[in-house]
């Protein structure tokens, strides 16, 4: 057997000798341990047959599980359909205690005091105290000094310098004026809406009326040319005529069927 195919073939003997097939051990899925190798959110737990009895011996003392549980030795499964069949749910409950506990542990942060975080930068180490600081040294603080922006000089200088009771007073002096400016604006709104309706008002009453504006037109007509009044004479003449003859027509008719009347007689 060549040596680059003698540690599948170890693996392999080990599962048919566990009482595992042949195609138990294909189906096995590779390891993901590799994975996790630098990752703080995933912790890998192993568990071999020692630690699997050790679980299993505490939860019997606790009395999770029976007695029973931990009189033999058993092999760890490869497979879960052999955790399933092995162990009972109350085993594999306390399996899975274990399992949480050390992921915690393991992956537990470690607590960080607030003076930790604070840096203290005037304050001296103690070796450094009693020792002078060079020329150097202090031109460097000088310049890093000037080159720190002005809002790091003077931060909240303006706050700092005030109580509470003057800072209280602001504040209320800042809304006092928001609601006067808001009352200011609502008076203006209300005026201009008022004066906008007595104007729309005075507008309809100052309008004449249909009949005001017929005499109005009557009152103003322009009074007729030479020419017009001639033409109007001249028309008049024509219908005082036809009105005669109208006239006259009418009384020959009559008198010819009175005549005609006579003679049938």
């Known amino acids: 057997m060549p040596p680059s195919s003698l540690e599948k073939h170890i693996e392999l003997c080990s599962w048919l000798r566990d009482g595992y097939s042949r195609a138990e051990k294909e189906k096995e899925l590779p390891s993901s341990h590799y994975c996790y190798n630098n990752s703080t959110s995933v912790v ?6 020692k630690t699997q009895q050790k679980i299993l011996t505490q939860a019997a003392f606790r009395g999770d599980v029976p007695a029973e549980a931990c009189q033999q030795v058993r092999d760890v499964p490869r497979t879960m359909e052999r955790c399933f069949a092995e162990f009972t749910p109350s ?4 399996i899975y205690d274990y399992v949480v506990e050390q992921a915690r542990a393991t992956n537990k942060s470690s607590t960080i005091k607030l003076e930790d975080l604070q840096v203290d930068f005037e304050k001296k180490p103690d070796a450094d105290s009693n020792r002078t600081p060079s020329e150097l040294e202090i031109k460097s603080k000088m310049r890093d000094y000037k080159r720190r922006r002005q809002s790091y000089k003077g931060k909240n200088v303006h706050i700092t310098r005030k109580s509470y009771t003057e800072v209280l ?7 006092t004026e ?5 009352v200011q604006d609502k008076d203006e709104v209300n005026e201009r ?4 309706r007595v104007r729309c008002s005075t507008l309809d009453n100052s309008q004449p009326s249909s009949e ?6 009557h009152r103003h007509k322009r009074s007729p040319s030479p020419q017009e009044e001639r033409e109007e004479r001249r028309s008049h003449k024509h219908r005082s ?5 109208k006239k006259k027509s009418h009384k020959h008719h009559k008198k010819h069927k009175k005549r005609s009347r006579q003679d049938d007689e």
Request: no cysteine; glycine share 2%; aromatic share 6%.
């Open 44 to 49: 890998p737990v192993l568990i071999d047959s």
């Open 241 to 245: 005529r036809d009105r005669e003859h």
């Open 169 to 175: 007073r602001e504040v209320i002096e800042n809304q």
């Open 212 to 217: 005001e504006g017929e005499v109005h037109v």
């Open 193 to 196: 809406e008022t004066s906008e």
């Open 91 to 94: 085993e594999r409950f306390a």
């Open 178 to 182: 928001y609601l006067k400016q808001m």
